[in-house]
């Protein structure tokens, strides 16, 4: 109902903008445009707007304060449709119509909820939310100040870079004489040099250049000779942008003699050092840092994988949606195999007296929808005891040994409950034959299902439930005595039993009939179907029924229910005709839908706009 009215709201903006003129004929035609495709939304705005634009007051299935705004937005519309012939008016209505229609009432609710809200709530809610989340918040803090510190690091430590230069400008500033020291980096292949000038025209750090253009207020100046002493004062006092080296350069391999033999010639100072520790332990960081950063979604991802596997199963008591054997019908013979069981686990039969030991699993075999899972869930309820469900399929994993794991867990959680049962369903996912692909994993996974229900001790009440459609997929070893030893099958219900079944589902359904004729109805009427099909064709009758809006369902909504679960919705009910109706059955408050129904020739209340 909410929706409708905001949907309503919205489809009423539509005519504000038509009548103002301001999307004018190109505007309409886009409307018929979308009415022609006769999407649901659109019919439903046509008749938004055919009420508004010809004055209906009647919203059927909008409430009373919606109809206000509506009615209000009318009278904007007609207020604004007498402003028509201004149009030097036109651009500011339509931008105060615009934010009133669509911005004031959020600023209102917005400002409504803030009034709602004190500091000393919003503080309690912060303080709950960091309780919560203590461990997030603390990871996240402590990133960002380890971050935050690195930056600073770098920051405090950043020094001026040499100008990397070829080595043959070395090798021509040699020549030529103008190197003054040489340094070799020890463990790379970096030299660095000083030559007699500045290369001020060149030089990376802008410093330099505005010190010296200043000072002198020579735009020309092309490089500066720092030997002459009043350059090098102008240099000392910007010391701090000026690197230690000004140039640096790459090593020629093999060129060393060479090199080494010009130098001594040309007697220039030349050393070896190693890498300064600052400087290391910069490098070291910034390749952590260029190293973590792409990784971290990575390390990420397989941190989930690894706690997803390692987290203990989900244990689920039968607490708010408790299922007992009066809910599973049409299944009498496996219902007395796990009632068997039950009453063991109560205690209510000393089988151990006649030496008897508990069935360690039980294996559950039969077509889909047969209510395998619900008579698991029974045999939880009933007997009253921790209930682990999980899926075989979740311990399938991408990583070798994972599955294995959870199963190890599944199994220590269960055991540490005990008494307790284990639900495996789909058990093929895990089960099958092994060997039969290279699929590790699975094979794996299987093995360890093997061990553990080999390991439990005779006093340890932990059974194992599984459910299955292929038991013939299934490894042998699973179904051999001491393992899966009880199978029970679980089959298609009789008459008898669909009926039984029929009336557990008919429980809470407002009926025009009897149930009880109801249910021997459609028992009557489908042969082969299994609890999941009649619970389906339930809710479907009841879906229908509520659709063309009755109080309760007739034999009519029950019949197309299961027309559809035999045939599936077939052509006839979506024919264009038919669609009609069928909308018009959903929102018989739409007087567009009313009128088609009555034969009125009307196109979703477009031509109303025309
Ligand atoms: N015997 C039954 N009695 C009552 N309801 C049933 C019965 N069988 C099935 N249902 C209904 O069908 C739904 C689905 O059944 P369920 O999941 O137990 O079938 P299943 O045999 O486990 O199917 P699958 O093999 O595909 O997992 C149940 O939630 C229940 O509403």
Request: proline fraction near 5%.
């Amino acid at each position: 109902m909410g929706n409708l009215n905001d949907m309503s709201l919205e489809m009423a903006a539509f005519p504000v903008q038509l009548h103002s003129g301001f999307f004018g004929s190109c505007q309409m035609s886009r409307l018929r445009v979308m009415h022609t495709k006769c999407s649901m939304k659109c019919k439903i705005l046509s008749s938004s707007v055919s009420n508004l634009c010809h004055g209906s007051h009647s919203f059927p299935l909008v409430n009373s304060k919606s109809q206000r705004r509506l009615l209000s937005i009318r009278s904007v519309i007609t207020a604004n449709g007498k402003k028509e012939n201004h149009p030097t008016n036109r651009e500011p209505n339509f931008l105060r119509k615009g934010f009133k229609l669509r911005l004031q009432p959020r600023l209102r609710l917005l400002s409504s909820r803030l009034k709602k809200t004190s500091i000393r709530s919003m503080l309690n809610n912060l303080g709950t939310y960091l309780r919560k989340n203590f461990k997030k918040v603390t990871l996240s803090a402590s990133i960002s100040v380890v971050l935050g510190l690195c930056y600073l690091f770098l920051k405090l430590t950043a020094m001026p870079t040499p100008k990397v230069v070829p080595y043959s400008d070395l090798i021509t500033n040699l020549q030529s004489g103008s190197v003054l020291k040489v340094l070799f980096e020890e463990g790379s292949r970096k030299i660095y040099y000083n030559t007699g000038s500045i290369d001020v025209e060149n030089n990376n750090d802008p410093q330099i250049k505005i010190a010296e253009m200043n000072d002198d207020d020579e735009n020309s100046i092309k490089s500066v000779d720092i030997t002459t002493p009043t350059v090098l004062r102008k240099v000392t006092r910007t010391k701090k942008s000026i690197p230690e080296w000004q140039y640096s350069t790459r090593k020629i391999d093999h060129d060393e003699s060479y090199l080494l033999g010009l130098m001594r010639e040309k007697g220039i100072t030349y050393s070896s050092s190693p890498q300064s520790m600052l400087m290391s332990m910069r490098n070291i960081l910034i390749t952590i840092i260029s190293l973590w950063i792409p990784l971290t979604p990575l390390m990420w991802l397989l941190y989930r994988q690894l706690s997803a596997a390692n987290s203990p199963a989900k244990k689920r008591r039968p607490s708010n949606q408790v299922v007992n054997f009066e809910d599973v019908e049409g299944v009498d013979t496996a219902k007395v195999e796990l009632m068997e069981i039950v009453l063991c686990l109560q205690g209510a039969i000393n089988y151990n007296k006649l030496g008897a030991k508990l069935p360690r699993g039980v294996l559950l075999v039969g077509p889909p929808g047969t209510g395998k899972t619900l008579l698991a869930r029974a045999v939880a309820g009933e007997a009253g005891v921790p209930f682990f469900t999980v899926s075989a399929s979740e311990f399938v994993e991408m990583f070798v040994g994972r599955g294995a794991a959870r199963i190890r867990d599944l199994f220590s959680v269960a055991r540490k409950n005990s008494p307790s049962i284990i639900f495996i369903d789909e058990l093929d996912a895990v089960g099958g034959k092994r060997g039969r692909s290279f699929n590790d994993e699975r094979d794996q996974t299987l093995n360890q299902l093997l061990t553990e229900m080999d390991g439990f001790e005779s006093d340890v009440n932990v059974i194992v439930i599984a459910a299955t459609n292929r038991p013939e997929a299934l490894d042998p070893a699973l179904c051999r005595p001491g393992r899966f030893s009880r199978k029970v099958f679980v089959g298609e219900p009789d008459e008898i039993g669909r009926r039984k079944i029929l009336s557990v589902h008919l429980r809470g359904i407002p009926l025009d009939e009897d149930s009880n004729v109801i249910s021997n109805l459609v028992a009557s009427l489908t042969q082969g179907f299994v609890g999941a099909d009649l619970a389906n064709i339930i809710n479907e009758a009841a879906l229908l029924a509520a659709r063309r809006g009755g109080e309760s369902v007739a034999r009519e909504d029950i019949m197309e229910a299961i027309e559809r679960a035999k045939f599936g919705i077939n052509e006839r009910q979506i024919s264009p005709s038919n669609l009609t109706k069928e909308i018009g059955k959903i929102f018989p408050w739409m007087p567009t839908f009313k009128s088609r129904t009555d034969g009125s020739p009307s196109l979703g209340g477009y031509q109303t706009l025309s």
